[in-house]
């Protein structure tokens, strides 16, 4: 299902349809040095990630991680999405590509249009995002998206410290309850 169209990306829900990129992608070794290990090594494996987390997420709050497609091709080139983790207070947009996608703007493309597809199909006043310690080019972006560094917290199961920045997506409360 088709969620968002930017001038060369297309954003849908995932399916089990997509678990031969998600198992690439999750097996990146960018993906596992700064995103972590899901443990995914197979296409079932795969598929079943997506069934639980993101296909779950969907039915949960109405959102989730999207595949991102180019809209000349359809090929899948990464994916990006909001995410409601019960570790955080806010909604977070997360962000993944694989490595021959990267440094040509998709992911900011990608993740601007799901930050105002927060704002105004969510309503929500306030996205987060996490990076590792040690992951640059995610935290140059996430700047460039106007997110602004507010403290080290302690995550994931193997309770590491990563990087939480802030973004009001200037929706008020009062927009929230009409």
């Known amino acids: 299902m088709l969620v968002l169209e930017t001038s060369r990306l297309t954003l849908r829900r995932m399916s089990a349809g997509d678990a031969a990129f998600i198992c690439r992608l999750l097996n990146e070794p960018s993906f596992l040095q ?18 639980t987390g993101p296909m779950a997420m969907y039915a949960r709050v109405g959102f989730g991680l999207f595949i991102v497609e180019l809209k000349a091709t359809g090929a899948p080139i990464g994916i990006c999405g909001l995410l409601k983790r019960d570790t955080l207070d806010d909604v977070d947009v997360g962000f993944a590509f694989v490595p021959e996608y990267w440094r040509q703007g998709y992911a900011y493309e990608s993740a601007a249009a799901t930050l105002e597809y927060g704002r105004t199909a969510h309503k929500l006043s306030r996205i987060v995002a996490i990076t ?47």
């Open 132 to 178: 590792s310690l040690d992951n640059p080019p995610s935290i140059g972006l996430l700047e460039k998206l106007g997110f602004r560094f507010e403290r080290t917290i302690r995550m994931g199961d193997r309770g590491e410290d990563v990087r939480l920045f802030g973004l009001s997506t200037g929706t008020t409360e009062t927009e929230k309850t009409t």
């Open 34 to 51: 700064y995103i972590g290990d899901r443990g995914v090594r197979t296409i079932e494996d795969a598929r079943r990630y997506i069934e």
